[in-house]
């Protein structure tokens, strides 16, 4: 991923404030979203385009690995940033004023219920979210590289 390539944020107006927010002030301002609620830039390449896109997520922790959930706030289909790290796991996150490259993942039917109980503690709302679709929301985990 090289990053002198021009980044597509998100689509959805209020996201693509938050990010330049975010990015504006090295995460001084968009990390806590809500109190108690951090967020991260994820930065995925387009599984058709080849383009660079940048979301914000809210994230938890796993050790050094980073935890997000593809929720979509419950929509039928996955967000398009997860079925482009799908594609290629290789991203860019970044939390704060720190920016890394990474590696994702799903994560493991062993690791699942303990990330899902903790991403319910920082956005209960993920709850709601699983129950108006059919689909089984993915939780990522993103390794640092």
């Known amino acids: 991923m090289v990053m002198t390539e021009q980044v597509y944020d998100s689509p959805s107006p209020w996201v693509a404030e938050h990010i330049r927010e975010y990015l504006e002030t090295g995460g001084e301002k968009g990390h806590e979203w809500k109190p108690g609620v951090p967020t991260l830039l994820l930065t995925t390449r387009g599984r058709k385009t080849g383009k660079l896109r940048r979301s914000a997520l809210i994230y938890g922790k796993m050790g050094d690995a980073y935890v997000v959930v593809a ?12 079925l482009n790290l799908k ?24 690791e699942r219920p303990l990330l899902w109980e903790q ?4 956005w209960p709302a ?7 679709t059919d689909r089984r929301i993915p939780i990522v985990v993103i390794e640092p590289a």
């Open 87 to 110: 594609a290629n796991p290789e991203v860019e996150i970044q939390v704060g004023p720190e920016v890394m490259r990474g590696v994702a993942r799903d994560a493991s039917e062993d």
């Open 126 to 132: 993920y709850d709601d979210y699983q129950v108006k």
């Open 71 to 82: 929720s979509k706030g419950g929509a039928p289909e996955h967000p398009m940033w997860y």
């Open 119 to 122: 991403m319910t503690s920082i």
